[in-house]
Each structure stands twice: as structure tokens, then as C-alpha cells.
């Protein structure tokens, strides 16, 4: 990561993003002009208490919801344009998703599950095997393809996951608390598969979390307060900030 | 900065006829609980209907036969409709994780119309069967004159009520879940 910021791609725009939940009286604005820039290939978290609009730009950004107001760019692509079809074609090429409660399909095997995204992108089906089981063996379940997601536990649910995400080949990797179901040692484990993925791929990931093990591998970190991007973090200030505290 | 193109693909049909098979076959002890409620409506619907057509020494007159299959098409309705509705809410989550998965709209509908044209197949044609051919049979025996082609119809048309209910009742749910914001569908638990 040795080019300067003023040099890196930017994956993810989002430009006065206002979303607002309910109507009249009763309504909450989770979020409350959110403007941010995402580059191609780092490592982002986005932090918050419960209740920030944390999950709310997160789903923003991977056009699960769209905005009230303002608008959000996912390659120079505006999001709150795109027709139903189109959103689920960018969802199937460009972003790649890994929840927290893993969200496999139940009823297909490991296998299945990373292959599944292929298909809907037009892939032949030996070809999208082939690569589902290369998936399948850099995230260390290549033997248990034949599994269905109740035969497994929640770390190995985890990484299919985790090669469902980049079945693909997307443009961004969204992890909503990824380790947030999963004990201390296994949550570290799919860090430093995320990390990995991150250096050596070259996969831009994009994680909701308050996990503290994450954010030290993290490029840089969002702080979201009452529906607005309260403070930008980079590596390098944490870094210091560690440095000096010691 | 990369452009994406869009070009629409749908997936081959066999994806979705797979998908819908394997969630019959995973979930089976469940959809045959779903199917078992549907053949019990189409079963008492189809015997009341026996009733009327085999017109033996029944102490109703036609106005009544016709207000009880009135009445047992109404139950099998609400039955069918109900056992359908729970069964596609409770996915909604698996909904949204397709979506998110990159299906379009008609691929999910799609998936839920041919679950649901299977269970409504199998379980109408039993439950019409079985209402039809037990019925026939009390009534011969109490002197009723049953025919064939009477049965024949009675279980037909009980089949074909059968499946219309029952994918309507799937597929209205499902398009109202496909339609959804997948955060919104993501977010649903039940």
C-alpha cells in the first residue's frame, strides 16, 4: 500500500446519502448525509455503536436498500438508477456478501452454495465447479464440498461463505459482522483469512463490525455517529496513536 | 474508474428446478406436512362432492349438498392457502440471501412456483383420490349409483382447484418477497 491517496481508484461514492426510516412523527433518519469515497483494494471498517446507521450505509453501499436522498456509486454506476435487473445483476458481478449469521442456503451443499452465484452470472456448470472447488480449497473446506450447512460448523459455514462472496470475482467484499457469531479463536482465523484474501488478491473488503481484532488489520475505519461519518481513521494515525500509548 | 455493463443473463431452467427439488427433498418431513394439509382439504371437498353427484337416499336436499361443497371449498381455501403462506414467509431470510446472491425477481418467483406446482400436484391428486374413492365407495354401498366418469370428474376438477390454490397461495408471497429491497427481506425473521 505504498501509492498515495490522491492516486487510488475509488470503487465506492457515496454523495449526501440520506435514509430515513418510517414517516412523520414517527420516523428516524439513520442516516444523515453520509459522504465518503471507498478505494479499490483496502481493508475497510466501519464502526459505530448499535443503532448508528452502521448497518444502514452498509447496506447502502452493497444496494440491498436504495436512498431517500443523495445517491451512491458503485464503479460510476448510481445505484438509485438502476431498474430491479440491473441492481441484481451489479449484486451478482461487483459485490460479494458475508453476513453474520452466514446465511448459506440451507438446502445445498457447500458446493452448491459457491457455485449458485456462477450460474446466476451465466457461468457453464463444469466451469463454475471447477472454481467453486478452488474457492472452496483456498478458504480450507476443499474436502468437505459435499456438506450441507447444518453439517458444519460455524467457522466452516463461515469461509463457504466467505468463497460464495468471491465466486464471482467482485469488485468489493462486504462482511457485515462477520465474526460476530463466532467464539474468539475462530473469529481470529476468519480475520486472517479476510486479511489474506485482502493482500494477496487484492479483494477491496468493506466490514461493519466492533470487533478490536478487526480493526487492527483494518486500512482505515469509519466512525459513524447518529447517522453521519463522525471521523476517518487510517492505519498510519492508529499506528502512532498505539505507539505513543505505549 | 471500471464500468460495469449490463447484460442480462437468467440462469438455464434446470437451476431453478433443481432449487426447488432439493428444498422438497431437505425439507421433506416439513413440505409433507404442507402437503398432507393440502390433500385433506381437496379429500373433503372431493367427498362432498361424491356425495352430491352419486345422489343415493342422503336425507340432504341439493340446496344443502351444494352450501356443505361450498362450505368444504371455503375450509380447503383457507387450509391450503394458510399451510402455502407459512411455508414461503418463513424463507423470507432465504429470499433475501438469494437476492443478494445476485437472482433476479422472476428467478425467485420461479423456484416458488415449481415447489409449489410439485407439492400442489402431489398432494391435490392424493387427496382427490383418496376423497373420491372412499366416498364412492360408502355411497355405492348405501345404494347411491356412482359412476366412473362421476368420480372421474369429481377428482379431476378437485386436482386442478388443488393446484391453482395452492400456487397462487406460494407465488403471491413470493412475488412480494422478491420485490422487496433484499435488506428489507434479509431483515424479516419469523
Same mark, same amino acid.
Given at each position: 500500500m505504498s501509492s498515495t491517496v490522491a492516486e487510488r481508484e475509488v470503487v465506492v461514492r457515496t454523495v449526501d446519502v440520506v435514509k430515513q426510516y418510517g414517516e412523520g412523527e414517527a420516523a428516524v433518519r439513520a442516516l444523515n448525509g453520509v459522504t465518503c469515497e471507498i478505494y479499490t483494494g483496502e481493508y475497510l471498517s466501519i464502526m459505530g455503536p448499535? %443503532?448508528?446507521?452502521k448497518s444502514t450505509l452498509f447496506n447502502m453501499v452493497g444496494g440491498l436498500d436504495k436512498p431517500n436522498e443523495g445517491s451512491v456509486f458503485v464503479n460510476s454506476v448510481d445505484i438509485a438508477q438502476l431498474t430491479p435487473r440491473e441492481l441484481a445483476f451489479l449484486r451478482c458481478h461487483t459485490i460479494g456478501y458475508i453476513f453474520q449469521t452466514f446465511n $448459506?442456503?440451507?438446502?445445498?451443499?457447500a458446493l452448491e452454495n459457491v457455485t449458485l452465484p456462477m450460474l446466476f452470472a451465466g457461468t457453464p456448470p463444469d466451469e463454475a465447479e471447477e472454481k467453486a472447488m478452488e474457492l472452496l480449497t483456498l478458504v480450507g473446506l476443499g474436502h468437505r464440498y459435499h456438506h450441507r450447512p447444518s453439517e458444519l460448523s460455524g467457522g466452516q459455514q463461515q469461509r463457504v461463505a466467505i468463497a460464495r462472496s468471491l465466486a464471482n470475482s467482485p469488485s468489493i467484499v462486504l462482511a457485515d459482522?462477520?465474526? %460476530?457469531? $463466532?467464539d474468539l479463536k475462530t473469529g481470529q482465523e476468519i480475520i486472517d483469512l479476510l486479511r489474506h484474501l485482502n493482500s494477496d488478491r487484492g479483494v477491496t473488503i468493506i466490514s461493519a463490525t466492533h470487533d478490536h481484532k478487526m480493526l487492527d488489520v483494518s486500512d482505515r475505519i469509519f466512525h459513524i455517529r447518529d447517522g453521519q461519518l463522525a471521523k476517518v481513521e487510517t492505519r498510519a494515525e492508529q499506528d502512532a496513536l498505539a505507539n505513543s500509548a505505549a | 474508474m471500471k464500468q460495469t455493463t449490463f447484460k442480462n443473463v437468467d440462469p438455464p431452467f434446470w437451476v431453478a428446478w433443481n432449487q426447488a427439488k432439493a428444498s422438497i427433498r431437505v425439507r421433506f418431513f416439513r413440505q409433507m406436512i404442507t402437503t398432507a394439509g393440502i390433500a385433506l382439504g381437496i379429500a373433503f371437498f372431493c367427498s362432498m362432492q361424491t356425495i352430491r353427484v352419486a @345422489? @343415493?337416499?342422503?336425507?340432504?336436499s341439493e340446496d344443502q349438498l351444494r352450501w356443505l361443497v361450498g362450505t368444504s371449498l371455503v375450509m380447503c381455501l383457507v387450509g391450503v392457502t394458510n399451510s402455502m403462506l407459512m411455508s414461503v414467509t418463513e424463507r423470507f431470510r432465504e429470499i433475501g440471501t438469494i437476492k443478494c446472491l445476485g437472482a433476479s425477481d422472476g428467478f425467485i418467483v420461479k423456484v416458488f412456483f415449481l415447489e409449489a406446482l410439485l407439492l400442489g400436484v402431489g398432494g391435490s391428486a392424493t387427496g382427490a383420490i383418496l376423497g373420491t374413492g372412499l366416498m364412492s365407495f360408502v355411497q355405492s354401498n348405501q345404494g347411491g349409483h356412482v359412476t366412473l366418469l362421476g368420480s372421474f370428474l369429481t377428482a379431476l376438477m378437485g386436482t386442478v382447484i388443488g393446484v391453482v390454490m395452492t400456487v397462487c397461495a406460494a407465488v403471491a408471497p413470493a412475488i412480494q418477497a422478491a420485490k422487496m429491497p433484499a435488506a428489507a427481506a434479509l431483515r424479516m425473521d419469523i
Open positions: 448499535s %443503532g448508528s446507521g $448459506l442456503i440451507t438446502v445445498r451443499t459482522e462477520p465474526t %460476530g457469531n $463466532l | @345422489g @343415493g337416499p342422503t336425507v340432504q
